[in-house]
C-alpha cells in the first residue's frame, strides 16, 4: 500500500470549515483514498473514501487531486465534536481487506 | 443496529495470567480484525478473518496471542500468559465483503492493563 503523509496536528475555529491535507504521491492506479477519525477513547470511525472522483456525504467532502498524488478532507462546518485523530488511508487490492493506520493528524476545533 | 461489541470494556490483570477479550461482530458482515492500539506503536493490525477462517495472523506478536472465531457471530483473543507490555487498547472490527472497497466499523474497545 503507498504511505500517506499528514500534517501531525492542526487547530480549526469553530463553525469554519477544517481542511485537511494528505499526501500520497506513490499511489497506485487501483487504490482507494480512505478517511477513518478517532476521538479520544473511541473506535475509528469511517468517514469516507474515494479512488478517483471526488466524493460527499452527510459528514465530509473528499478532494482527490486529477494526479492522485494528493487529497483534501473538508469538515464543512467544524464543530467542538470533531476534535479527533483524523488518518488518511490508501488501499488496494493487494491489501485485500487491510487498513494500515499512520500518525494521523490532531484536529482540535476551538471555539 | 448495537454495532459491533466487545467485552469487556476495561480488563485489569496481572502478568502470567491468561486474558480472553471477545468480539461479536455486527450481523452479516463476514470479515473480522483486531487491532492494538498503543502510544508508542499506534493502531496495528493482528489478525482478520474472512468467513470465519483466518487470512492473515502476520500481526500476532507472538505464540502467546492467539484468535479464534468459531462462528460468524463470535470471535475471541486470547493472550496466555500476559505481560505488562501488552498493556494496550484491543479493537475490534468488521466488515462486508472482502476487497478494498468496503469499510470497517471498529468497536468501542478493550482497555488492557497488565500489572
Known amino acids: 500500500d503507498a504511505k500517506t503523509t499528514q500534517p501531525p496536528s492542526m487547530d480549526c475555529a469553530e463553525g469554519r470549515a477544517a481542511n485537511l491535507p494528505c499526501n500520497h504521491s506513490t499511489i497506485s492506479g487501483n487504490e482507494y483514498v480512505y478517511w477513518y477519525r478517532q476521538i479520544h477513547s473511541q473506535g475509528p470511525q469511517y468517514i469516507i473514501h474515494?479512488?478517483?472522483n471526488n466524493e460527499t456525504n452527510e459528514m465530509a467532502s473528499l478532494i482527490i487531486t486529477e494526479d492522485r498524488k494528493s487529497s483534501t478532507l473538508i469538515l464543512p462546518h467544524a464543530t467542538l465534536r470533531d476534535t479527533a485523530v483524523y488518518y488518511c488511508?490508501?488501499?488496494?487490492?493487494?491489501?485485500?481487506?487491510?487498513?494500515?493506520f499512520g500518525g494521523g493528524t490532531r484536529v482540535l476545533v476551538k471555539p | 443496529d448495537a454495532g459491533v461489541i466487545q467485552s469487556p470494556r476495561h480488563e485489569v490483570t496481572e502478568m502470567g495470567q491468561e486474558v480472553t477479550l471477545r468480539c461479536k461482530p455486527i450481523s452479516g458482515h463476514n470479515s473480522l480484525f483486531w487491532y492494538r492500539q498503543t502510544m508508542m506503536r499506534g493502531l496495528e493490525l493482528l489478525i482478520y478473518?474472512?468467513?470465519?477462517?483466518?487470512?492473515?495472523d502476520s500481526g500476532m506478536p507472538e505464540d502467546r496471542f492467539s484468535a479464534k472465531m468459531p462462528n460468524a457471530s463470535f470471535s475471541t483473543l486470547k493472550i496466555q500468559p500476559s505481560e505488562p507490555r501488552d498493556s494496550a487498547v484491543y479493537f475490534c472490527?468488521?466488515?462486508?465483503?472482502?476487497?478494498?472497497?468496503?469499510?470497517?466499523?471498529f468497536g468501542p474497545g478493550t482497555r488492557l492493563t497488565v500489572l
Open positions: 488511508i490508501v488501499r488496494g487490492k493487494a491489501a485485500g481487506n487491510k487498513l494500515t
Open positions: 472490527a468488521s466488515s462486508h465483503g472482502q476487497g478494498s472497497d468496503n469499510e470497517q466499523f
Open positions: 474515494g479512488l478517483k
Open positions: 478473518f474472512n468467513n470465519n477462517v483466518p487470512i492473515d
